[in-house]
């Protein structure tokens, strides 16, 4: 027996059955369950409800993905951790994804705000790099996967210095105003 459950009121009498749940509590989790079905049964993913689509795709034996790195004035190359970034520049798995789809006054607009964020969190930038990654899931090397290959694919690079037009294309003109991107040969 335990003692911190009740099984017997001071009479010695069972304690009363509780009644039933409130009427829109019943309605409230029977539309919950009923959503939650057919986001399951239809795919939607509309968060807290899933159409558990993480789970049941099947992945590829090749994975690509994006990686952005800034250059500094002596050449190192840095990959910019876009999570010690404001938060605003926190969807560059997106942005990277599809960066070959934006036209080049957006990419160039892109890595103006991402030079611009690292400068202000003390970064030096003289162009940035943006690479694909591709990894052979189906390749092993003893116990361990193949290594990733790493391809440059765009360069971006600043307006030169004094031409009137900064980093960010703050001199009225527009975000990236300036920046020339280009596309690695391959």
Known sequence: MNPGIQTE???GAPPPAPGPAPRWARW???MFLAAFLVCGVVGIEAWPLTGWRLFADARSARETSFQAATVDHAGRETPIRF???PIRDHGNVQVLKGFAALSPAKQ???CAAWADAVRAQGGDVAALRV???DVDLSQREGQRGAPTRRTLRWTCQ???QGSGSG???GSGQGAGQGWRVDAAAG
Request: charged share 10%; hydrophobic share 35%; net charge negative.
């Open 9 to 11: 009121s001071d009479t």
């Open 28 to 30: 409230y989790a029977g």
């Open 83 to 85: 999570q010690d970034l």
């Open 108 to 110: 160039a607009a892109v």
């Open 131 to 133: 690479y694909q990654l």
């Open 158 to 160: 600043p307006p030169p």
């Open 167 to 169: 980093a960010g294309g």
